[in-house]
C-alpha cells in the first residue's frame, strides 16, 4: 500500500517537472513575445533544479482527496501547482540574496546570483513570482486570492522579515510559531487550500484542508530545523545553514527531543485530517513531512 | 473644458491617494494578521510619496471611458488602479537597488533601500507586487491574467533586464521601441485594458484599449526622456538619470527634436483613439504625456 502510494507520488512528481519544463518553453506573452534568453536561462537555473516539489504535490494530493477522479483532478489543479513551486522557487532566489541570507549553495546548484549576478537573481525572482499569477488566474479569482494573500505581505513576505529580525534573538515559542507559521506555513496552507478550490471542494471541505495544511507546514519547519542541524554535522561543518546565521529555530528553542515530538503531533494532526478525506496520497504526504526526524 | 477636466483629473488622484492609504491601513489575512510594523512603514515610503498616478488614472479614465456612469466606473475600476500603483511601486524600488539603478533619491525622497536598508527594500517590493495580486482578484481572474503578463518575464521584468543589458551600448531605434513597449508600455497597455474589462467593455472596445495604451505607453516614455535631460540641465547636474547610467534612449538615438516629434505623434495617434469613445478624461491624459515637452 505505502509502496503504491510512493510510486504515485513518484507519478506526480514526473508531471510536475515535465509541467515546469513545458511552462519555461513556452511563456510568452499574447503577441508571442517570448522573455529575454538570460531572464529564461536564469529562472531555468533555479526552477529547473532538482527539488522534493512537495508544495506542488500537496496541491494535487489535495484535489485527489477531493475530487477522486485522478485524471481530472491532477488536469484541473496542475496551474495551481505549478504557480505555488514558481512562488516558492522566487522566494528561495531572493532569502539567498546577499542583503538577505547571503547563501551561495541551493538545491545543489550555486545560488543564482553566484551563477548569474545580482541584478538578474532579483528580476528572475520578481519574473518568477509575476508569472505565477498569470498561471494561476486559469484557476479562477479565489486562487489567484488565497495564493496572493499567503504569499504577501501578511503572509510568507511579512514572515521573511520577521525571521531576518529574529536572528541573533531568543524568542518565545509562541512568538516563533507565528513567524514560521507565516514564513513557511501559509504557503502549505494555500497549497492544501488551492487543491482543494481546484477540486471543487465545498466550504467544509476546504475548511479542514486548511487546517491540515497548517499542521503540515508545521512539520514540515521543525522537521528542516532538525534536519539542518544533522545536515551540518554529517556535512562535519559542526553547524547547519540556520546556526550559521543564527536563526531562530525549534532546535534552539525546545532542544532536539521536544522538537522531534512537537513535529511528530503536528504531523500525525495531519494524517488524521487525511484520514477524514480517505487520501492515501495525501496521508503519505503527511507523514513523509517528518519521516526522516526519527 | 480642459479645466473642467483637469479638476475631474485631480479629483480622481485624490480618490487614488485615499484608496492606497487605506489600502496599507487595512491590508492582511483572513484571521486578522497585518503585516510587521517595519514591513508597512517600508511600503508607506514608496507608496505614499507624492506621485502623479499616471498609471492608475489610466484604469479609471478608460472605465470611465466605457461605463460612462462615472460612479460605478470607479466602484468597479478602484481594485485594479490600486493595484498597478502597487507593481509600479514594486518595480521602482527594485529598479532603485544597488545592483541594478543604484539610485539613491525617487519621487523626491530617499530611495527605500538608503532609508531603510537593502534586506527591506527587495522584501517591501516582492510584499507590493504579490499584495497586488490579492487587490485584483476582485476584478476577477482575466484581470489577473492581463496584469501578471504586461508585468512578467515577457513583460515589465523582462524589459527592465533588457535595459540593464543595453546600458552603454546603442541599439537600433526598433530594438529600443521593443524595449520600452516591454518595460513602460505593457503597463500603460494592462492599464487601459484593465479600466475597460473592469467596466464590462466588449472585444472591440478592450482592442481599442489596447491599442491607445500601447501609443500611450510610448508617448509617456519618450517624454520621460526628453524630459530627464531637461530636468538634468535645470538641476545643473549636466547630466539627467538616464545620461548618468548611459541609458539607451529617445534622444539618445534621435536627437531632441525627432524625439520630440515621434512623442506627440504616438500622443495623437491615442487622442484620436480616446475620441472614439467620446472620453474627455482619457483625451487629457493623452495629451497630457506630452504637454511639458513643448
Known amino acids: 500500500m505505502d509502496a503504491a502510494v510512493d510510486v504515485l ?6 508531471f510536475i517537472d515535465d509541467a515546469l519544463a513545458r511552462h519555461l518553453d513556452t511563456v510568452g506573452d499574447r503577441d508571442g513575445v517570448r522573455p529575454p534568453a538570460r531572464l529564461l536561462d536564469a529562472m531555468a537555473h533555479s526552477l529547473l533544479a532538482p527539488g522534493k516539489r ?3 504535490l500537496v496541491v494535487l494530493a489535495a484535489a485527489t482527496a477531493v475530487l477522486k477522479d485522478e485524471t481530472r483532478a491532477l488536469e484541473r489543479a496542475m496551474p495551481a501547482a505549478l504557480a505555488i513551486e514558481l512562488v516558492h522557487t522566487y522566494s528561495l532566489i531572493h532569502d539567498d540574496l ?3 541570507d547571503d547563501d551561495e ?6 545560488t543564482l546570483h553566484v551563477a548569474f549576478d545580482e541584478a538578474t537573481a532579483i528580476l528572475a525572482g520578481d519574473a518568477l513570482l509575476t508569472d505565477a499569477f498569470a498561471v494561476l488566474a486559469a484557476a479562477g479569482a479565489s486562487a489567484v486570492h488565497e495564493l496572493a494573500q499567503a504569499a504577501g505581505s501578511a503572509g ?3 514572515g521573511q522579515l520577521d525571521d531576518v529580525a529574529a ?3 531568543t524568542p518565545s515559542i509562541e512568538a516563533l510559531a507565528r513567524i514560521h507559521a507565516k514564513k513557511t506555513g501559509r504557503l502549505f496552507e494555500a497549497g492544501a487550500v488551492l487543491g482543494g478550490l481546484c477540486a471543487g471542494g465545498n466550504g467544509d471541505e476546504l475548511v479542514r484542508l486548511r487546517a491540515l495544511g497548517r499542521h503540515l507546514g508545521l512539520a514540515f519547519q521543525i522537521a528542516d530545523d532538525l534536519l539542518d542541524v544533522t545536515a551540518g554535522a554529517a556535512a562535519d561543518k559542526g553547524t547547519g545553514r540556520d546556526a550559521r ?11 532536539d527531543e521536544a522538537a522531534r515530538a512537537r513535529a511528530h503531533a503536528e504531523a500525525d494532526a495531519a494524517v488524521a485530517l487525511a484520514r477524514g478525506f480517505d487520501a492515501a496520497a495525501l496521508a503519505a504526504l503527511c507523514r513523509r513531512s517528518v519521516a526522516r526526524t526519527r
Chains 1, 2 share one sequence.
Open 98 to 100: 546577499p542583503a538577505l
Open 9 to 14: 507520488l513518484e507519478r506526480w512528481r514526473g
Open 245 to 255: 546565521h543564527d536563526k531562530a529555530t525549534w532546535v534552539k528553542l525546545l532542544g
Open 167 to 169: 536572528e541573533g534573538t
Open 105 to 110: 549553495l541551493r538545491r545543489g546548484r550555486p
Open 54 to 56: 512537495v508544495r506542488p
Open 156 to 158: 510568507m513576505v511579512g
